[in-house]
Nanobody, 124 residues
Framework: QVHLAESGGGLVQAGGSLRLSCAVSGGTFSTYVMGWFRQAPGKEREIVAAISWSGATTKYPDSVKGRFTISRDNAKNTVYLQMNSLNPADPAIYYC?????????????????WGQGTQVTVSS
């Protein structure tokens, strides 16, 4: 059983930063593609970052490119999302997810394992 646990969410002022963490247990973390997704009320879940098993390849949508950075530590079975310059379009529940495949994917359905999510709120 693979378990993902996010942490690091909270309230931040517009322009501020947060760092999310996702600890993975029960599986072979170093072989998983990892992704961070978010879902705001009334909206579909969307990807905000993905990283290959080695960390060599990352992918971001234009909405967060240059502001968000995904990274991973395979020795600690943990993936991170550094979020800078947060703005009113960023509040959502943020989820980490794992994909048992070598290649990065964008669609939600391509990820087999999910965490419970952590809330990010941005005050203006």
């Amino acid at each position: 059983q693979v378990h993902l646990a996010e942490s690091g969410g909270g309230l931040v002022q517009a322009g501020g930063s947060l760092r999310l963490s996702c600890a993975v247990s029960g599986g072979t973390f170093s072989t998983y593609v990892m992704g961070w997704f978010r879902q705001a009320p009334g909206k579909e879940r969307e990807i905000v970052a993905a990283i290959s098993w080695s960390g060599a390849t990352t992918k971001y949508p234009d909405s967060v490119k240059g502001r968000f950075t995904i990274s991973r530590d395979n020795a600690k079975n943990t993936v991170y999302l550094q979020m800078n310059s947060l703005n009113p379009a960023d509040p959502a529940i943020y989820y980490c997810a794992a994909r048992r495949h070598w290649t990065i994917a964008v669609p939600v359905a391509e990820y087999e394992y999910w965490g419970q999510g952590t809330q990010v709120t941005v005050s203006s």
